[in-house]
């Protein structure tokens, strides 16, 4: 496949392109800092900046699938993430991809928990209403979507034994790693097996 990278230089987005190239896909990645990324053969590397649609517009044609893995930088913007789903919305659907799948946050479960829901809404409050908006738009986008929700990352070995579900996380799947979250994040991309749905992981 031809795989539209976003959120490449974070380390979700490192783990998908080095385990994407194994897999024999070829992988664009678009980001603000090229620099930051390894060249090789099968991966392109564009410079642009995710908010401006119509350098989206330009990069995107012929891609099959576009992954987003953004997230929050210390420091960056509070709607980083609802602001880059916008714009990549609108530049697919003016030049043709139609699979989208985007990583979220398993804040937005309602099992998350008490405990869960005061972490997330006091230390994390603006991460859970960047991707909570950002859900929203890409729920209602028309695309062919899917939504991940992952808990909390480890750097963790790639295992493949993590469990998936359909809108709420496997039971007490607490954690994930990130190579594991990669792994089913281009797994999807391949299959398309949970198209409009959004999709818990975990252990």
């Keep these: 496949m031809r795989l539209f990278l976003l959120g490449a230089t974070g380390s979700v987005g490192t783990q998908l392109i080095d385990q994407g190239l194994e897999r024999g896909h070829q992988i664009t990645a678009f980001v603000r800092s090229p620099q930051k990324i390894r060249p090789r053969p099968n991966l392109s590397v564009i410079a642009g900046d995710l908010l401006d649609s119509d350098q989206l517009k330009r990069a995107l044609p012929g891609h099959d699938a576009v992954i987003s893995t953004l997230g929050h930088a210390k420091g960056g913007p509070p709607t980083v993430v609802a602001d880059g789903a916008r714009t990549t919305v609108a530049a697919m659907r003016a030049t043709g991809p139609r699979r989208l799948l985007v990583i979220s946050v398993a804040f937005l479960f309602p099992e998350a928990g008490l405990a869960g829901k005061i972490i997330g809404n006091l230390l994390f409050s603006s991460v859970v209403k960047d991707h909570r908006e950002m859900e929203r ?67």
């Design 137 to 203: 738009t890409v729920s209602q986008s028309g695309l062919d979507w899917t939504i991940l929700r992952p808990p909390r990352f480890t750097n963790g070995p790639r295992t493949e034994r993590y469990r998936v579900a359909d809108g709420h996380l496997p039971p007490r799947g607490f954690t994930i790693s990130r190579a594991d979250l990669a792994h089913f994040t281009l797994l999807e991309a391949e299959q398309g097996a949970h198209i409009g749905k959004i999709v818990g992981i975990g252990y």
